[in-house]
C-alpha cells in the first residue's frame, strides 16, 4: 500500500515539470479552450496516517495520609489509521499562465494502539490497630488497561504563487507552492490516575480514574508545493487531481488531562485541575511532513 502510494506521488509530481516545459512551446490552438480566469474546487485528500509513538506517563498519587514516596505510570504505544480529508480552494489568474491560490485542508486520521497495565505504588506512613503505632506500609498494584483510542487533526491554510499551461484540448497542467500554516490538535482516551484515602482504622483506600487526554491546539508555520492536473469535463467543469507535499515540521504537543472519564464509577471526586497539575505525560511525536493525493471536481470561469 505505501509502495502504490508513493508510486503515485511520484508520478504526479512529475506532472508541473511537463507543465513548465510546456509553457515555452504550446500556443493554444483554434481547437484549445480559453484558459479561466477563475476557479473555486473541492476535492477528497488521501495521505499517510502518523507514525507509531510512544506515551509515557507519570505522576505521584495524591494521598490525604503522610506519603513517603510514590509513583503512578504507565506506557501507551499509538499509531494513526488512514482515513480521507477534504480540501476547498480558490484561484485568480491575472495572467494567462500566472495566478494566486488559496487552499484550506482538514485531516482527522484515528488513533489506536496498546497500553501497558496501570502501575502504582506508594510508601506510607499509618497507625493500624490494635497497637495504633505509626509505622511504615507500602501499596503495589497493576491493573490491566483497555487500549488507547483518539483521534489527532490538522488543519491547514494555505497561500500559493500557481503556474499553468494548457498541454491538450482538454488537458491543463499546474504547479504551485507558497506558504502553509497548521493547527494541530486532538485527544487520547485513556489513562490511569490513581488517589488514595485513609479510612478509619488506617483502612486504605484507592480510587483509579480513567483520563482522558488532549493536545492542546499547537499553530506552525512552514510551506507546501505540489503540482497536478485538469480534465475539462464542460464549459465550465472539470476534474481534478494532483498531489501537495507539507512541510511543518515535527510536532511534540504536552498532552494534558481533559476529564474524568469514570466520575460516575469511583467513590471520590476528581479535581481535573490537580490531575493536570500532577499528570506528566511525555513522548508524543507526529511528523507533519506529509505527501497528500487529492482527486475533485472543479468549477471555473
Given at each position: 500500500?505505501?509502495?502504490?502510494?508513493?508510486?503515485?506521488?511520484?508520478?504526479?509530481?512529475?506532472?508541473?515539470?511537463?507543465?513548465?516545459?510546456?509553457?515555452?512551446?504550446?500556443?493554444?490552438?483554434?481547437?484549445?479552450?480559453?484558459?479561466?480566469?477563475?476557479?473555486?474546487?473541492?476535492?477528497?485528500?488521501?495521505?499517510?496516517?502518523?507514525?507509531?509513538?510512544?506515551?509515557?506517563?507519570?505522576?505521584?498519587?495524591?494521598?490525604?495520609?503522610?506519603?513517603?514516596?510514590?509513583?503512578?505510570?504507565?506506557?501507551l504505544i499509538v499509531s494513526g489509521s488512514g482515513r480521507a480529508g477534504f480540501e476547498l480552494g480558490a484561484a485568480f489568474y491575472p495572467a494567462a499562465h500566472f495566478g494566486l491560490e488559496a487552499r484550506l485542508e482538514r485531516f482527522a486520521p484515528s488513533l489506536s494502539g496498546t497500553s501497558t497495565p496501570h502501575?502504582?505504588?506508594?510508601?506510607?506512613?499509618?497507625?493500624?490497630?490494635?497497637?495504633?503505632?505509626?509505622?511504615?506500609?507500602?501499596?503495589?498494584?497493576?491493573?490491566?488497561?483497555?487500549?488507547?483510542?483518539?483521534?489527532?487533526?490538522?488543519?491547514?491554510?494555505?497561500?500559493?504563487?500557481?503556474?499553468?499551461?494548457?498541454?491538450?484540448?482538454?488537458?491543463?497542467?499546474?504547479?504551485?507552492?507558497?506558504?502553509?500554516?497548521?493547527?494541530?490538535?486532538g485527544t487520547l482516551d485513556s489513562v490511569g490516575y490513581t488517589v488514595f484515602s485513609l479510612g478509619g482504622h488506617a483502612v486504605l483506600f484507592p480510587d483509579t480514574a480513567e483520563i482522558g487526554l488532549r493536545f492542546p491546539t499547537e499553530t506552525r508555520l512552514g510551506l507546501n508545493v505540489g503540482g497536478g492536473?485538469?480534465?475539462?469535463?464542460?464549459?465550465?467543469?472539470?476534474?481534478?487531481?494532483?498531489?501537495?507535499?507539507?512541510?511543518?515540521?515535527?510536532?511534540?504537543?504536552?498532552?494534558?488531562?481533559?476529564?474524568?472519564?469514570?466520575?460516575?464509577?469511583?467513590?471520590?471526586?476528581?479535581?481535573?485541575?490537580?490531575?493536570?497539575?500532577?499528570?506528566?505525560?511525555?513522548?508524543?511525536?507526529?511528523?507533519?511532513?506529509?505527501?497528500?493525493?487529492?482527486?475533485?471536481?472543479?468549477?471555473?470561469?
Amino acid at each position: 500500500m505505501f509502495l502504490r502510494f508513493r508510486s503515485v506521488i511520484a508520478l504526479l509530481g512529475a506532472l508541473p515539470v511537463l507543465g513548465l516545459a510546456a509553457l515555452a512551446h504550446a500556443q493554444p490552438g483554434p481547437t484549445t479552450p480559453a484558459l479561466p480566469i477563475a476557479e473555486i474546487w473541492g476535492a477528497i485528500l488521501v495521505t499517510q496516517p502518523p507514525e507509531e509513538t510512544t506515551l509515557n506517563t507519570h505522576y505521584v498519587p495524591a494521598f490525604t495520609g503522610q506519603l513517603v514516596s510514590g509513583l503512578g505510570s504507565q506506557t501507551l504505544i499509538v499509531s494513526g489509521s488512514g482515513r480521507a480529508g477534504f480540501e476547498l480552494g480558490a484561484a485568480f489568474y491575472p495572467a494567462a499562465h500566472f495566478g494566486l491560490e488559496a487552499r484550506l485542508e482538514r485531516f482527522a486520521p484515528s488513533l489506536s494502539g496498546t497500553s501497558t497495565p496501570h502501575d502504582v505504588a506508594i510508601i506510607y506512613l499509618a497507625k493500624q490497630p490494635p497497637a495504633y503505632e505509626l509505622k511504615q506500609y507500602s501499596y503495589q498494584r497493576a491493573t490491566d488497561w483497555d487500549d488507547p483510542v483518539g483521534t489527532v487533526s490538522l488543519t491547514t491554510i494555505s497561500a500559493n504563487a500557481v503556474l499553468r499551461a494548457a498541454v491538450a484540448p482538454r488537458v491543463r497542467i499546474t504547479a504551485s507552492g507558497g506558504l502553509a500554516i497548521g493547527r494541530l490538535g486532538g485527544t487520547l482516551d485513556s489513562v490511569g490516575y490513581t488517589v488514595f484515602s485513609l479510612g478509619g482504622h488506617a483502612v486504605l483506600f484507592p480510587d483509579t480514574a480513567e483520563i482522558g487526554l488532549r493536545f492542546p491546539t499547537e499553530t506552525r508555520l512552514g510551506l507546501n508545493v505540489g503540482g497536478g492536473f485538469d480534465v475539462v469535463l464542460g464549459p465550465r467543469v472539470a476534474l481534478t487531481a494532483g498531489w501537495r507535499w507539507l512541510l511543518l515540521g515535527t510536532a511534540e504537543p504536552a498532552a494534558v488531562a481533559r476529564r474524568v472519564l469514570n466520575a460516575d464509577e469511583i467513590p471520590r471526586e476528581i479535581d481535573i485541575d490537580d490531575v493536570r497539575e500532577n499528570l506528566k505525560v511525555e513522548g508524543l511525536s507526529i511528523n507533519l511532513n506529509r505527501a497528500r493525493v487529492v482527486v475533485g471536481l472543479k468549477l471555473a470561469w
